[in-house]
C-alpha cells in the first residue's frame, strides 16, 4: 500500500528536540526525553542474542534503555551480512537511520530537524517495513519447507502492529497540523517525532532483529506444520476442512 509523503514548509528555520516541551495531545502519549550518547558496539562486541519468543511485539511508551538498543543495533548489524543479499538494503537503511542526525534518530540525542525532514524519514521507514514482508524477501518463504507457521504468521501480526502505531503517529500529526501554529507548532513537533521514534521506530527494529534471526538460523532440513504444507491445497478435504483451510 503506497504511503504519500505531504510536504510542509517551515522556512528556513530548524527545529531542536532539546529546546521543546511536550505537552499531552491526543492519540501520541507523553514521554520521556531521549538522550543516549553511548557509541553502538562492533560485531566482534556482540552481546547475547535478544529475545526472540513467539509473541506479540510490546506497544513502548519510554525509550529503550541504552544497553538493549546498542545491543539490538549490535545485532542487526552482524545479521547484515550473514542473511540473503535481497534484505541488506532493508537492514542498511534502519541502521542508519537510528544513528543518523535527524528526528527519527535513536543513538543519541535527536539533531535538529525540520517537519519536511520528519515526514520523509517516517514514510521511507515506513516503506521499508512493506518492503520487509513483499515477496522478495520475507514473502519469499510463504511456500517453504523450512520456515515455521507459526513463525511466519507471528511475524505477519507484527506487521499489522507497526502498521496500527504508525496509523496513530500519523493521526495525531494529522491533528496536530490542524490546530498548531508558530510556537505550539514547534513543541508539537518535538513531541510527535518522540512519539514515532518510541512507539514506530522502536518496535521495528527488534522485528528486524527477530526476522533476520528467524532468516538466518533456518534449518536445512523440513520442519513440521511449515508454510509449505500449510499453503498445500488439501484436495480431499471436505467442505468443512476447505473453510478452515482458507
Not at 119 to 137: C, F, G, I, K, S
Not at 145 to 150: K, P, T
Not at 167 to 194: D, M, N, S, W, Y
Request: hydrophobic share 50%; proline share 9%; glycine share 4%.
Amino acid at each position: 500500500e503506497a504511503l504519500v509523503t505531504r510536504r510542509l514548509l517551515l522556512g528556513d528555520k530548524a527545529l531542536h528536540p532539546s529546546a521543546l516541551t511536550l505537552p499531552t495531545i491526543s492519540n501520541v502519549a507523553v514521554l520521556t526525553a531521549l538522550a543516549v550518547a553511548a557509541d553502538a558496539p562492533t560485531p566482534e562486541e556482540l552481546p547475547p542474542p535478544l529475545d526472540t519468543n513467539d509473541a506479540l511485539l510490546p506497544e513502548m511508551n519510554s525509550p529503550m534503555e541504552s544497553e538493549a538498543l546498542q545491543q539490538a543495533l549490535a545485532a542487526l548489524s552482524a545479521l547484515r551480512g550473514a542473511v540473503p543479499p535481497p534484505f541488506n538494503s532493508v537492514l542498511a537503511f534502519v541502521l542508519d537511520l537510528a544513528q543518523r542526525d535527524g528526528p527519527l534518530r535513536l543513538l543519541g540525542a535527536p539533531s535538529p530537524f525540520e517537519l519536511p525532514t520528519f515526514l520523509d524519514h517516517l514514510n521511507a521507514l515506513a516503506a521499508r517495513l512493506n518492503a520487509l514482508h513483499e515477496p522478495q524477501l520475507l514473502g519469499h518463504f510463504v511456500h517453504s519447507a523450512h520456515f515455521s507457521r507459526d513463525k511466519y504468521e507471528l511475524f505477519a501480526l507484527h506487521h499489522i502492529q507497526m502498521l496500527m502505531w504508525l496509523h496513530r503517529v500519523q493521526t495525531g500529526l494529522q491533528q496536530g497540523l490542524a490546530t498548531k501554529a508558530g510556537p505550539e507548532l514547534a513543541t508539537f513537533a518535538g513531541q510527535i517525532a518522540h512519539a514515532a521514534r518510541v512507539l514506530f521506530f522502536q518496535p521495528l527494529l527488534l522485528h528486524c532483529v527477530q526476522v533476520m534471526s528467524c532468516v538466518h538460523d533456518l534449518p536445512n532440513e523440513e520442519v513440521p506444520n511449515s508454510m509449505a504444507h500449510a499453503m498445500r491445497y488439501p484436495s480431499d478435504a471436505n467442505d468443512a476442512e476447505l473453510v478452515c483451510w482458507l
